[in-house]
């Protein structure tokens, strides 16, 4: 009697895991490609799983590269996407019940909307298919961040002592002031602007401070139709001084690796002008 109910309740047991397996296997292209989304976007995910930090900053490839072992503050996530848009960045955070103390946005990319579908990925859904995955896919999130992690310690302390060194950007510049002479992007900025508005507006009433800032472009491409019309409808929509980070970079030895991008030794010393007005806040 006792051996029968026995082989019944392994029988059940190994149904149920046989029948747990074959649902596992089934869904295994759809969960793959949900961890391939993590580690391609590895801090949105951490930004899903972790705590909520004290300071976030939002914005395009940019500000992707003041890489978060740039500053000094340990709560500090840096949410921008390499060629994305400040605003998706500020949805996801949006989204959760829980905000940071800061968000810094970089204003100089106008022209990219939301990206919707990253915000339904690493933004607060009811809606998310595969809840019962989460755990699985914040271990996975965390061990990946720690293969990665490597320490900007050193860098930060030796590049910005050494001399600036210049690189031929010309090909890189000559193509984007070409890009950025045109005005077809301008009815997308003017839309993405007033979006970004109607962000802010609803995280500071939530009882978030946002601080807006511009980074710096090389040779005359601050003054093309494009940065001016960025820098006009942003300016316009947010005129009071205190919602902008006060940075003189004119006075700063900057480079650039191409017509957008500063190099390593710029974007630590661009970030640790940051880093000193934040630690006053």
Known sequence: MVEARMRRTLSSVSALALSAT????????????????????PALSRYEFESTPD??????????RLYEGYFSQPRLR???????????GLAIIASYESLPRLILVETNIMSRPVDAALVDQFG??????????RPARAAISLAYYRIKY????????????LEPVDYDISDSVSFTMK???SSKLDMAMRQNTEDLKRLIESLERRGCKIQLYELPYPDKLGETHYAVTARNLVRTAFP???NWLKIDHQE???RWLDASHMDERSSIIFAKEIDQIIRMM
């Open 240 to 242: 009071d001084s205190q």
């Open 78 to 88: 840096n949410l921008s996407i390499s060629g994305g848009s400040p605003l998706t």
């Open 55 to 64: 300071i976030a900053l939002v914005g395009s490839s940019m500000t992707f």
């Open 150 to 161: 490597k320490s900007e310690a050193e860098n930060v302390e030796r590049l910005p002592k």
């Open 179 to 181: 890009e950025y002479a």
């Open 22 to 41: 074959g649902y596992f296997l089934i869904n295994l292209p759809e969960l793959y490609a949900r961890v391939k989304l993590d580690r391609s976007f």
């Open 252 to 254: 700063l030895p900057l």
């Open 124 to 133: 607060k859904n009811s809606a998310e298919p595969y809840k019962w995955f």
